[in-house]
């Protein structure tokens, strides 16, 4: 068996299996998030007055959200630097090195450093970026679904909050398969990078 050319890394059946199922989950996680958007952004907006005060906060976060960006992106630029020339301080892995040779590995594990940060760092910006504006969609349809009834104001808040869980745990596990798929056994020579990248974007998401 050699799903996805797995068979190359030395990694057996189950674990070809097990990478494959884990790629599926994380294909659907993301749809769902989508079919779940979809659900939310459907509903009423309600009255003038309301989508009066909505406009205000979207176009204010709107506005940080672009500031946000344009401060975080040097500070990826840089530590992408520093990851790219971590590889002399901390040197590739012996799973590296018999994953791509004695001569390739360093190069091929700074490049790997640096991409995985680079995808991690996207991905929660994804997250992050999109999540906040599922929430702002949602807020007023939610408000407006509360002058109906409780349930389905409550229904359109969990929609848009699993919309931004859904996010996570498929970007989050796209980008890891996807990590495991090219460095095989030596994968965590980038996984390391590729959670550095989530955790420090998330850490300026959160404050949004």
Not at 158 to 185: E, K, N, P, R
Request: glycine share 10%.
């Amino acid at each position: 068996m050699n799903l996805l050319g797995l068979a190359k890394h030395g990694l057996n059946n189950f674990e070809q299996i097990s990478i494959v199922c884990v790629l599926i989950t994380a294909v659907i996680s993301l749809v769902y998030a989508w079919l779940l958007r979809q659900n939310v952004m459907a509903k009423d907006k309600g009255t003038a007055k309301m989508q009066e005060v909505w406009n205000a906060i979207r176009v204010g976060a709107d506005g940080y959200l672009k500031q946000q960006l344009k401060t975080i992106l040097p500070a990826i630029a840089l530590l992408a630097v520093v990851l790219f020339l971590s590889v002399y301080v901390i040197p590739p892995s012996r799973e590296a090195i018999a994953e791509f040779g004695t001569e390739n590995a360093r190069n091929v594990v700074a490049f790997g450093r640096t991409i995985a940060f680079i995808l991690g760092a996207t991905f929660s910006l994804l997250v992050g970026q999109l999540g906040m504006r599922m929430a702002i969609q949602a807020n007023v349809r939610s408000a407006a679904a509360a002058q109906r009834g409780f349930n389905e104001a409550l229904s359109i808040s969990y929609y848009a909050g699993t919309v931004t869980g859904m996010l996570t745990d498929g970007l989050g596990l796209l980008g890891g398969t996807v990590i495991f798929v090219v460095f095989g056994t030596a994968a965590p020579d980038a996984l390391l990078c590729f959670g550095l990248g989530g955790t420090l974007l998330a850490l300026f998401m959160r404050v949004g």
